[in-house]
């Protein structure tokens, strides 16, 4: 008896009509909007940034910066980057921007907890040149620092 009514309401629900009905439309823009919905991963070590990634070119430090260097200061900044399904990475936003945490030279003692915008700038620039493995579209969230090489 249970089949019978299942059958039954399947029967009801199904139309036959010519225009298909608007719930059956929602039903068909939700599912392909959730096939083109990024997927969203946030990295914050090196070692995660190369299963995503293929090719990381680091920043170059801008001329007039030369004397930071990662040396004299640490800092920190998170980008979001929109990667493509072949890789590319066709957007990125500043959602942190550089900001010097650590002085180690007391000549830039009047940097820290400041934003450096001329380092966001490379930044920008050089993670546009990332490439990462073909895959779903991507939205990657990469929190990014940097300071003295400790040996």
Known sequence: MFTIVGLTITLISTSYAAE??????VSSENRARSETRPVHLVVKSREELKQI????PYPAVPSDL????????????TYRL???AQGAVTQVTILKGFTVTEIYDERFSNLKGNAVPALDKVMLQALMRWRAKRGPLRVVD????FGPIRG
């Open 66 to 77: 030369q004397g930071y260097e990662g040396s004299q200061v640490g800092g920190t900044g």
């Open 142 to 145: 990469v929190h990014w620092s």
């Open 53 to 56: 990634f293929t090719y990381l």
């Open 20 to 25: 298909p009905s608007k719930q059956t439309k």
């Open 82 to 84: 929109v990667v493509d």
